[in-house]
């Protein structure tokens, strides 16, 4: 039974044969902060390529409507920043939900982790961090 799919080259896509036929491409968006104890916070979204050019349309259109060139959270939370300084309290919370909306409805799995940097510096020792 064929889906009307093209086939796809297992050679094409530098996979091996033995994953089997059915393919999911994946991408993730991921960004690091420091938290007020100094410990490196990661966290991100993994999805499906199809998500993320949904999502990527989804996003802009809503960051364009409320005349907004980029979003970031810090940006947002500060009262001195002037990227939001335009919208009224209501609209402020509108684009926010729209954009958590869209990140609920195309984001996929979101994960995260905190590494403590005095732990690590204590576990791993100078020469093999030279090393990596």
């Known amino acids: 039974m064929s889906s ?11 996979l091996s044969p033995a994953w089997g036929e059915r393919f999911l491409f994946l991408d993730s968006y991921f960004d690091e902060s420091m938290n007020a104890k100094g410990d490196l916070v990661v966290a991100g979204y993994l999805a499906s390529i199809d998500n993320w050019a949904e999502f990527s349309t989804k996003w802009k259109n809503a960051l ?5 060139p980029y979003f970031h959270m810090t940006d947002f ?23 958590l909306y869209d990140l609920c409805l195309y984001g996929g799995a979101g994960v995260s982790c905190r590494v403590s940097i005095a732990e690590y510096n204590s576990l791993v020792n100078h020469k093999a961090r030279r090393s990596l």
């Not at 009307?4 to 530098?14: K, V």
């Not at 364009?64 to 907004?68: A, P, Q, S, T, Y």
């Not at 001195?80 to 684009?95: A, T, V």
């Open 77 to 99: 939370k500060s009262r001195k920043s002037r990227l939001f300084k335009h919208l009224s309290r209501h609209d402020r919370e509108k684009l926010f939900r729209c954009l």
């Open 4 to 14: 009307g799919l093209p086939r796809l080259s297992y050679e094409a896509l530098g």
């Open 64 to 68: 364009r409507f409320f005349n907004v």
